[in-house]
């Protein structure tokens, strides 16, 4: 009898939004045995295994947003009825446009939020006790709104 080596490898790369750089999960298994009728079986199993454990890791890294809540805050929120500068809990929209905030700071700011509500899996974006979103025909209005309660 002559002792085989058997090696298996399997990975995943993905990308969590466009912003982002790819990230490359990979296992690789060796598997001694002493019966060469043994590789096929000794390899499904170390594939089931590496399957397992990639299964086991999010489908893609979790991103999260260089953002302040207090500078979110500070933006111009405008509210929906009165058309006044919101305050910080009340439902509001403010410009997705950067070049629309007069501050450079603002602008930094509102382009950190329009990447996290892009990043984000359904449009809407919880931080805090407010949750965002675009709005308008165009997307150029982020829309905050206080968020709703788990139950």
Same mark, same amino acid.
């Given at each position: 009898m002559k002792v085989v080596k058997v090696r298996v490898g399997r990975g995943r790369t993905s990308r969590p939004s466009e912003a982002e750089e790819w990230v490359r999960e990979y296992y690789e298994l060796e598997i001694e045995i002493t019966d060469d009728k043994e590789i096929p079986i000794a390899r499904d199993y170390a594939l089931s295994l590496i399957d397992q454990w990639l299964a086991q890791l999010p489908t893609a890294p979790e991103w999260i947003p260089?953002?302040? !809540?207090? =500078? !979110?805050?500070?933006l111009l929120w405008t509210t929906y009825k009165t058309k006044e500068r919101a305050k910080p809990a009340q439902a509001?929209?403010?410009? $997705?446009?950067?070049?629309?905030?007069?501050?450079?700071?603002?602008?930094?700011?509102?382009?950190?939020?329009?990447?996290? !509500?892009?990043? $984000? $899996?359904?449009?809407?974006? #919880?931080?805090?006790?407010? =949750?965002?979103?675009?709005?308008?025909?165009?997307? #150029?209005? !982020? $829309?905050?709104?206080?968020?709703? #309660?788990?139950?």
């Amino acid at each position: 009898m002559k002792v085989v080596k058997v090696r298996v490898g399997r990975g995943r790369t993905s990308r969590p939004s466009e912003a982002e750089e790819w990230v490359r999960e990979y296992y690789e298994l060796e598997i001694e045995i002493t019966d060469d009728k043994e590789i096929p079986i000794a390899r499904d199993y170390a594939l089931s295994l590496i399957d397992q454990w990639l299964a086991q890791l999010p489908t893609a890294p979790e991103w999260i947003p260089k953002l302040d !809540i207090g =500078e !979110i805050n500070d933006l111009l929120w405008t509210t929906y009825k009165t058309k006044e500068r919101a305050k910080p809990a009340q439902a509001a929209w403010t410009f $997705s446009d950067p070049t629309r905030h007069d501050k450079a700071e603002d602008k930094h700011v509102v382009e950190e939020l329009v990447k996290a !509500i892009r990043a $984000s $899996s359904d449009g809407n974006l #919880q931080l805090g006790d407010m =949750e965002f979103s675009f709005s308008g025909a165009e997307k #150029q209005f !982020i $829309s905050r709104r206080p968020a709703r #309660q788990k139950k």
